[in-house]
């Protein structure tokens, strides 16, 4: 299944060569890239043990949106921090 060209079975994980840490109201990079709670919650489900389709369910509920919205957010997350070589995808 694949929305955008985004595949849903992909298992996104950080970058270990990127240093981050948490603060109260999100994330923080070495880089300079700072995620609000929301990017932080998708930033940190990525481990490369759960797929983009387990993260966006645990996303949808903690944040009770439906499943469109939770998609859309979860991909935008991924989409730029994939951009800034945060995250890697493959």
């Known amino acids: 299944m694949?929305?955008?060209?985004?595949?849903l079975e992909l298992r996104p994980?950080?970058?270990m060569a990127v240093t981050w840490r948490e603060y109260q109201r999100g994330v923080l990079t070495e880089t300079?890239?700072?995620m609000n709670p929301t990017a932080a919650?998708?930033?940190?489900q990525c481990d490369g043990e759960r797929t983009l389709a387990e993260i966006v369910e645990a996303y949808?509920?903690?944040y009770g949106l439906v499943p469109d919205a939770?998609?859309?957010?979860?991909l935008s997350v991924v989409r730029e921090l994939e951009e800034q070589?945060?995250?890697l995808t493959e």
């Open 2 to 7: 694949s929305q955008d060209g985004i595949h």
């Open 13 to 15: 994980q950080k970058n």
């Open 32 to 34: 300079g890239v700072a």
């Open 41 to 44: 919650y998708v930033f940190k």
């Open 60 to 62: 949808q509920e903690t």
């Open 70 to 74: 939770a998609l859309d957010d979860v």
């Open 85 to 87: 070589k945060i995250l």
